[in-house]
């Protein structure tokens, strides 16, 4: 276990692009730390730096109170998980384990200790002497989370370890890693470009843009106090509505206003409530909810209502968000502003 | 006992999954009788033209000189000389030129394979920083003819710079040479820059330096393409004339390769027993590819490696 500390670090590369910048972070031991954003964001960068595989142009990265920018990968005492597994073919899946041990010279009782461990907890131990090709995809996702796992590094670097899962596998994945970190207590930065597997997963989450570190918090602090309209956006889903403030009669032309999808009613305004009327494009039956898609004028909105509620589509509806509901954000610069007086 | 046929049963099931032509269209008629005729017709055509001559030479091996001379294309032979063959072997010393290729064989192997693997290695992973002014070196040496290339190269194998001693009638002299292959290593570097870097990435921060990535890692995933320079290198310093002669010279022909010496003693051989040579010569290269074939060939490759 051990804190990470991002210090103004960057990374510019040859051509001039500049894929972090001046990233200021501090991850605590043993906490679970999600790197979110779109593709091309930096995150998978930033990731890289901390495992040596990327130079750091500027700044400082520590793990522990190791300055680590020019310390080989093999010395920083991480363990990786790679989006393609990256497991060596030509090893069986006792090797694949055990190869990182053997370079570090632990005992050879150790080896097989560890080893054994993992492959138990990761149900691998009927697999040891396969070789990669004759095990399924999620088999070889466990064996790159187990090569990881018996190092007992002092940090895990995962970078979209489930994103060639299908659907199924990929939640029951998900939860499998959770425990394990919460068992081994390890410092964990992961990557993902899936909001819903930040939200799930992450103790915190750091969501970047094009480099730039957007906000980082507890998943909770990010879907009620998004920073800016990109936080906003890009944490939750169905996606909050962010419509200018005019629409809703409320504040000036240099506001917007954001509400979540769950935040909308069907109805008139009551008391605290602002309202207006939609259109109602397509309904969404999910089983326990619907999503109304909801024409405003110009504007795509989306309600997430309960199933009681009748919404027909192509008919028009009074709709209704509570004001305490509602976010403010400044035109010009995206940020969240005080509410208009 | 039963997996046998199903297995094969399988593969060929594959294969014709994997033709231009689907396994419904091969029941109607037309397809089955026209397609079915052009593959027997080829494959016909194939073993003429490949094996024939393959199958003439071990024919002829084992016939009378009289009956070659004779009847050259006769399928059956009148009555078998295996005494051809002892005489090949005890009197032209086939025994000792086909040592001699093979030591030669054994030396090009080895050092085609070091440089190929370690000078790709360096230009594909390690990438120094004139590594693609060194590429576009190498690319260039592939379009110089060899035989103009053999001069130059006759005076510094006589004349080695800073070394200065002449390595001509010694193996070194074709060993040397035949490791300093750019198609080789141009062959390797190909492959490897196809290997996948999270591989590499992964096994250095498992703890792997570049030595040990290059043995652990690289080499155990690159066994298809050793294979093939193998091939390569071995077939070239088997059948390579003009080099040894040069460089062996006539001086010393205990050292000589079977490709040298053959051709020196046809005037003065009994045609049966020259034959019978040049089957026992040709014996070894292809029993050494019909043993290694499988294993070389297939490979480990990547499967499994990444999600693909």
Same mark, same amino acid.
């Given at each position: 276990m051990?804190?990470i ?6 990374k510019?590369y040859?051509d ?5 910048n001046?990233?200021?972070l501090?991850?605590g031991e043993g906490?679970?730390m999600?790197f979110v954003?779109?593709?091309g ?5 930033a990731l ?16 522990? @109170?190791?300055v680590m920018?020019?310390?080989?990968p093999?010395?920083? @005492?991480?363990?990786?998980?790679f989006q393609n597994y990256?497991? +060596? /073919?030509?090893?069986?899946?006792e090797q694949?384990l055990?190869f990182?041990?053997?370079?570090h ?9 560890r080893v054994h461990?993992?492959?138990?907890a990761? &149900? %691998?131990?009927q697999?040891?002497?396969r070789?990669p090709k004759a095990?399924?995809?999620g088999q070889?996702?466990r064996?790159?989370l187990?090569?990881a796992?018996?190092r ?15 659907a199924?596998?990929r939640?029951?994945?998900?939860? #499998?890693?959770?425990t394990l970190?919460k068992? *081994?207590?390890?410092?964990?930065i992961?990557?993902?470009h899936?909001q819903? #597997? ?14 730039v570190l957007q ?7 990010? +879907? ?9 956006t890009f944490?939750g889903?169905?996606?909050? &509505?962010v419509v ?7 504040g000036s032309?240099?506001?917007l206003v954001g ?12 008391n605290?409530s602002?309202?207006? &009327?939609?259109?109602? #494009?397509?309904?969404?039956y *999910?089983?326990?909810?619907q999503l ?6 110009e ?5 997430? *209502?309960?199933?009681a509620?009748?919404?027909e ?6 709709f209704?968000v509570?004001r305490?509901?509602?976010l403010f954000?400044?035109v ?5 502003t005080?509410?208009?007086? | 006992m039963?997996?046998l046929?199903f297995?094969?049963?399988q593969?060929a ?8 032509v689907?396994d ?8 089955k ?7 027997v ?9 490949? %094996?024939g ?6 024919k002829?091996?084992i016939?009378t000189?009289?009956d ?5 294309m006769a399928?059956?032979?009148h009555?078998?000389a295996?005494?051809?063959l002892?005489d090949?072997?005890?009197n032209?010393?086939v025994?000792?030129y086909l040592? &001699?290729t $093979? ?5 090009s ?5 070091f440089i190929a693997?370690?000078?790709? +290695?360096a230009?594909? $992973?390690l990438q120094p ?7 576009a070196a ?9 035989v103009?290339?053999l001069? /130059?190269? +006759?005076?510094?194998v006589?004349?080695?710079?800073f070394?200065h001693?002449s ?6 002299a074709?060993?040397l040479p ?5 198609f080789?290593? $141009?062959?390797m570097?190909?492959f490897?820059?196809n290997l996948?870097r999270?591989?590499?990435?992964a096994?250095?921060?498992?703890g792997?330096?570049?030595?040990r990535?290059?043995f652990?890692i ?5 066994r298809?393409i050793l294979g093939?320079?193998?091939?390569f290198a071995?077939l070239?310093?088997?059948k390579?004339?003009l080099?040894?002669l040069?460089?062996l010279?006539?001086?010393n ?7 040298v010496?053959l /051709? ?5 051989t /009994?045609?049966?027993?020259f034959l019978?040579a040049?089957?026992l010569?040709? %014996?070894?290269?292809i029993v050494?590819f019909l043993i ?5 060939l297939?490979g480990?490759g ?5 999600k693909?």
């Amino acid at each position: 276990m051990a804190e990470i500390h991002f210090e103004g670090v960057s990374k510019v590369y040859g051509d001039g692009t500049r894929a972090v910048n001046d990233l200021d972070l501090a991850i605590g031991e043993g906490e679970f730390m999600v790197f979110v954003g779109p593709s091309g964001c930096g995150k998978t960068t930033a990731l890289r730096m901390v495992a040596g595989l990327e130079e750091i142009t500027d700044g400082t990265i520590l793990i522990g @109170d190791r300055v680590m920018n020019h310390v080989s990968p093999k010395d920083r @005492d991480i363990a990786m998980v790679f989006q393609n597994y990256a497991l +060596y /073919p030509h090893m069986t899946v006792e090797q694949n384990l055990a190869f990182g041990l053997k370079l570090h010279k632990i005992s050879k009782p150790e080896i097989a200790r560890r080893v054994h461990e993992a492959a138990a907890a990761l &149900n %691998l131990d009927q697999h040891l002497q396969r070789k990669p090709k004759a095990l399924s995809g999620g088999q070889r996702q466990r064996v790159a989370l187990g090569r990881a796992i018996v190092r007992e590094p002092a940090v895990f670097l995962m970078d979209e370890p489930l994103s060639n899962l299908d659907a199924a596998l990929r939640v029951q994945t998900r939860g #499998e890693i959770l425990t394990l970190q919460k068992r *081994l207590g390890t410092t964990t930065i992961y990557v993902t470009h899936d909001q819903v #597997e930040a939200m799930t997963m992450g103790d915190r989450i750091a969501v970047m843009r094009e480099g730039v570190l957007q906000q980082q918090g507890t998943p909770e602090e990010l +879907y009620t106090r998004p920073v800016n309209t990109f936080v906003a956006t890009f944490i939750g889903s169905p996606a909050m &509505n962010v419509v200018p403030a005019p629409v809703l009669k409320l504040g000036s032309d240099s506001s917007l206003v954001g509400f979540r999808p769950e935040h909308i009613r069907v109805g008139p305004a009551l008391n605290g409530s602002v309202g207006f &009327n939609a259109g109602v #494009e397509v309904v969404e039956y *999910l089983g326990d909810e619907q999503l109304a898609h909801l024409r405003l004028g110009e504007l795509s909105l989306v309600a997430k *209502l309960p199933v009681a509620d009748h919404v027909e589509p192509g008919t028009a509806a009074a709709f209704a968000v509570s004001r305490e509901a509602l976010l403010f954000f400044a035109v010009d610069t995206g940020f969240l502003t005080d509410p208009p007086s | 006992m039963t997996v046998l046929p199903f297995r094969r049963k399988q593969r060929a099931y594959e294969a014709r999954q994997q033709g231009l032509v689907l396994d419904d269209d091969w029941h109607r008629p037309s397809v089955k009788w026209g397609l079915g005729t052009a593959h027997v017709l080829l494959l016909v055509l194939l073993v003429i033209v490949g %094996l024939g001559p393959i199958l003439w030479l071990f024919k002829s091996a084992i016939t009378t000189t009289q009956d070659t001379i004779v009847s050259p294309m006769a399928l059956f032979p009148h009555g078998i000389a295996w005494s051809n063959l002892t005489d090949a072997w005890n009197n032209l010393d086939v025994g000792l030129y086909l040592k &001699n290729t $093979v030591v030669v064989a054994i030396g090009s192997w080895i050092s085609a394979i070091f440089i190929a693997t370690t000078g790709a +290695y360096a230009l594909s $992973v390690l990438q120094p920083r004139f590594g693609k002014v060194i590429m576009a070196a190498l690319l260039t040496t592939l379009f110089v003819p060899a035989v103009v290339l053999l001069v /130059p190269l +006759y005076v510094e194998v006589v004349d080695p710079p800073f070394i200065h001693h002449s390595f001509a009638g010694n193996y070194f002299a074709i060993w040397l040479p035949e490791s300093a292959n750019a198609f080789n290593v $141009v062959l390797m570097k190909r492959f490897f820059d196809n290997l996948p870097r999270e591989i590499f990435e992964a096994a250095r921060i498992d703890g792997c330096g570049p030595f040990r990535l290059f043995f652990n890692i690289v080499i155990p995933m690159s066994r298809p393409i050793l294979g093939v320079v193998s091939i390569f290198a071995i077939l070239a310093s088997f059948k390579d004339y003009l080099w040894p002669l040069l460089v062996l010279g006539d001086t010393n022909a205990n050292l000589q390769t079977v490709a040298v010496h053959l /051709p020196q003693i046809e005037p003065f051989t /009994p045609l049966g027993d020259f034959l019978a040579a040049l089957a026992l010569s040709a %014996l070894v290269p292809i029993v050494g590819f019909l043993i290694f074939q499988r294993g070389f060939l297939r490979g480990t490759g990547l499967s499994g490696a990444l999600k693909g």
